[in-house]
Each structure stands twice: as structure tokens, then as C-alpha cells.
């Protein structure tokens, strides 16, 4: 049985199986579509922003 979803772009019908180039999207057009909705802060991740320091590994701190 092969399982599909829905383009998270268009919402159309994708097969998910090795042979589908952009899956989980229907063609590059909505995965470009969505890459753009995230660079430009349209999709976001629900969460805190974290601070400067806190992102920073230890041992390299900044003025």
C-alpha cells in the first residue's frame, strides 16, 4: 500500500515513496513557496526567542 499526503503548499494528494522528488511537496513551486514563508518569518516554530548569549556555545563569550 502506498501512502500518500497532502502538499503542506496546495493541499494536493503526494505518494510518499522514494521516486517523489519533493516530497512532502507536489513539485519544487511549493517547496520554494514554503522555504520563502520561512525565511521571511511567515512559518515560525512557537517558542521563546533565545537570547544572544544563550545560543552562544560556552567558552566563547562576546562584549
Known amino acids: 500500500m502506498i501512502m500518500q499526503v497532502?502538499?503542506?503548499?496546495?493541499?494536493k494528494p503526494v505518494e510518499w515513496v522514494a521516486t517523489s522528488e519533493f516530497r512532502p511537496?507536489?513539485?519544487?513551486r511549493c517547496k520554494l513557496i514554503d522555504l520563502g514563508?520561512?525565511?521571511?518569518?511567515e512559518r515560525v516554530i512557537p517558542g521563546e526567542d533565545a537570547s544572544p548569549q544563550e545560543s552562544q556555545p560556552k567558552g566563547y563569550e562576546f562584549d
Do not use: I, K, L, M
Open 6 to 11: 497532502n502538499c503542506p503548499t496546495c493541499q
Open 25 to 28: 511537496f507536489c513539485c519544487e
Open 37 to 41: 514563508e520561512w525565511a521571511s518569518g
